[in-house]
């Protein structure tokens, strides 16, 4: 008898567990393991499966003593698909993915597509009148004129307030608007700088005196070796063109300036205190290689560069371009400086979803930085380019002061009729710089870059 009673108690005792288990997971729709559960309880899993008293009890602490789950940023996120054009290399596509997918994680209702076009130019403005283009597309600042020009751009100026502007640097600003208006986001800049090696120069040189005299000190063409490799073309050498106040083209005048003193002084400065210590040889090819294997001791070259200078084991820095000291006063070479751009399409399917995405990635600290330290982009953010972070690795923040002292490129459409007479004017001196006639040169092709212009 007794033992019937036990059993009868033991049924009940044991049916009052199944309904109390029933009650406390009801709102899970798996069941966990009691183990489970209480193992990660105690590991404090975010992702872990909680009763409701256990998460309503950890849930009002975290409320009470954690300020990250108040200020957690809410996140815009509209709906719908956002497709995106461009022309990146793999690494830098398998980052901006990445990104994506954390932002589609937050907005589950938004679909971020990116599509390869190798020719993209081309490519935009075949598919864009047709109203067969992308959403958004990626690339430097230096379309913006002749894509807004082409009405081929989305104007977002209804998006774009004062407090949005003011987050960026002012070469990010600038670059982002076109004739009063905005039609894409800035997300990093670029330009050139010196990259030296560290076995051979121990601190980067503070004036232009200085990098001289290293320049001196390991010129010995005899066995092939330099004392800078330097990349020669219109680009490369704008820093001097454009050290002394003179300029290829004045996007606000939108006229050429190869004539103006200030332009030949720099160009007469190149040839005479850099050219002499190079290898006479305008090739990038050649001149990066000298710096890659060692017979060099500075090259003057961009972000994208610095791969290779790490594949080839050299212990390198990064530094601006140094300023010429003339009786007391500073000239700094002002090398062209690039924007790379989200842009908005004209016809844009998806807008205000586009924008809530482009913002975000172009205005979230930690997208931006993310982009900074795995792909050496140099920010424009003004809160990540003041990083602790950013501020210790020795490339971002040795480009991000080369960008400092920038000359944006020009954004007028123009300016497509500049770069061919700058690089045949630069070309015709190389045929002997020590006896080049450098303002009768230059003047030659500011009237051919001028009849260019009209044509």
């Not at 003057?300 to 560069?305: A, E, I």
Request: proline content about 8%; hydrophobic content about 35%; glycine content about 8%.
């Amino acid at each position: 008898m007794r033992k019937s009673v036990y059993g009868i108690v033991l049924i009940l005792l044991l049916s009052l567990s199944v309904v109390a288990s029933g009650c406390i997971g009801g709102s899970t729709p798996t069941s966990t393991p009691p183990q489970t559960t209480t193992q990660q309880t105690t590991q404090q899993s975010p992702t872990q499966t909680q009763t409701p008293t256990e998460t309503q009890t950890q849930t009002e602490v975290q409320t009470q003593t954690s300020p990250q789950t108040e200020t957690q940023p809410t996140v815009e996120c509209g709906s719908g698909k956002v497709v995106i054009w461009h022309a990146m290399h793999p690494n830098e596509l398998q980052v901006f993915e990445s990104l994506a997918e954390e932002y589609m994680a937050m907005c589950p209702g938004v679909e971020i597509v990116f599509e390869q076009k190798p020719n993209l130019e081309d490519a935009l403005k075949a598919a864009i009148p047709a109203g067969q283009g992308p959403d958004l597309f990626i690339w430097a600042h230096d379309w913006i004129g002749k894509f807004a020009e082409a009405g081929l751009l989305e104007p977002v100026d209804e998006y774009v307030t004062k407090d949005i502007l003011q987050k960026f640097a002012p070469m990010a600003q600038e670059a982002m608007e076109y004739k009063g208006h905005y039609y894409a986001m800035p997300f990093a800049a670029e330009t050139v700088a010196i990259i030296y090696n560290k076995k051979m120069v121990k601190e980067p040189p503070k004036t232009f005196d200085e990098m001289k005299k290293i320049m001196e000190e390991y010129y010995d063409p005899t066995n092939e070796k330099y004392g800078i490799a330097y990349p020669v073309n219109a680009y490369f050498i704008s820093a001097w063109a454009q050290a002394f106040g003179g300029y290829y083209f004045d996007d606000k005048t939108e006229q050429p300036g190869l004539d103006k003193p200030e332009t030949i002084k720099g160009f007469e400065f190149f040839f005479k205190n850099i050219w002499p210590y190079m290898a006479p040889t305008a090739d990038y090819n050649t001149q990066q290689s000298i710096f890659l294997e060692g017979r060099a001791p500075m090259m003057v070259n961009g972000p994208w560069s610095i791969a290779d200078v790490k594949k080839a084991g050299i212990d390198f820095g990064v530094a601006p371009l140094p300023p010429i000291i003339e009786e007391g006063k500073e000239y700094w070479p002002r090398p062209y400086g690039g924007v790379k751009l989200i842009y908005f399409v004209k016809g844009i399917r998806n807008k205000e979803t586009a924008w809530y995405f482009v913002k975000w990635l172009t205005t979230s600290p930690e997208a931006i930085k993310t982009l900074a330290l795995e792909l050496g982009y140099i920010p424009v953010l003004k809160e990540v380019l003041n990083d602790p972070e950013i501020k210790n690795d020795p490339v971002i923040y040795g480009f991000g002061q080369a960008v400092q002292h920038a000359y944006l490129m020009p954004k007028s459409p123009k300016m497509s009729a500049v770069w061919g007479g700058v690089d045949g004017a630069i070309n015709e001196i190389l045929k002997d710089p020590k006896t080049a006639n450098i303002p009768a040169i230059l003047k030659k092709y500011q009237e051919e870059i001028l009849k260019n212009m009209q044509g």
